[in-house]
């Protein structure tokens, strides 16, 4: 049986989708998926540095810049945030298949396309961060569909803020998708599979407010 990959009926016809990648023998359309994701990447990427999202860094230093150096530093500003984006898509789906892979013992390229939708689902959550910052001034970290909002009522850390910010309504769908496939890809036991899938999430999101925390001296760094 072969499998022609449909990112969006894998996300909302999740079990007859994964009935026929547990059968498939071979999978086709891997690099016009790819393809389409690197596109939608770029796209999503481009527009949220485009609108200022994630530009604080940068604006620290806007009075002490001229204006050719200003836009000089924005482009190389939004080439970063471009690399990465595909950066962290090539995470996604190959690492942390890899990962998955290896604690569950599930077919790598079945997996791989779990990826794929998962990494959608996270497109359309950066895609969600633009009215919030252009309507009402919050940035990723509070947004109204994440935790970040009630933590920042809670705490002044900017670290916990950030951890917390990364848990949104997105990436419960997306804990669920991974565990629910898992499951369904693998013969390892259920309690397993919810406990590695919830631990690499719970990494990633310590992972992500890392870099929120660090982002503007970096940022700063390499535009130095």
Not at 22 to 30: C, D, S
Not at 39 to 48: E, G, H, R
Not at 109 to 125: A, D, G, N, T, Y
Not at 142 to 168: C, E, N, Q, R
Request: contains cysteine.
């Amino acid at each position: 049986m072969t499998y022609r990959i449909q990112l969006f009926k894998l996300l909302f016809k999740r079990h007859d989708q994964l009935f026929v990648i547990r059968k498939a023998e071979r999978i086709r359309r891997v690099w016009l998926s790819l393809l389409l994701l690197v596109m939608l990447t770029l796209l999503t990427y481009a527009s949220t540095a485009w609108i200022g999202l994630g530009t604080d860094p940068l604006s620290t230093s806007v009075n002490e810049l001229s204006r050719n150096d200003y836009e000089f530093h924005k482009a190389w500003f939004l080439l970063g945030r471009l690399l990465t984006g595909l950066t962290l898509m090539l995470g996604t789906i190959f690492l942390s298949t890899f990962i998955f892979w290896l604690l569950f013992d599930l077919p790598y390229k079945k997996m791989m396309v779990v990826q794929m939708s998962v990494w959608l689902i996270m497109l359309v959550e950066r895609l969600t961060w633009i009215p919030f910052m252009v309507y009402l001034g919050l940035d990723w970290y509070v947004s109204p569909l994440s935790l970040g909002i009630i933590a920042s009522y809670t705490t002044s850390l900017d670290w916990v803020i950030y951890f917390f910010g990364a848990v949104s309504l997105f990436q419960f769908i997306i804990i669920w998708l991974q565990i629910k496939s898992a499951i369904f890809l693998s013969n390892s036991r259920k309690w397993w599979v919810v406990t590695g899938v919830i631990f690499c999430n719970l990494l990633l999101f310590a992972g992500t407010a890392a870099l929120s925390y660090f982002d503007t001296t970096i940022v700063q760094l390499l535009l130095s």
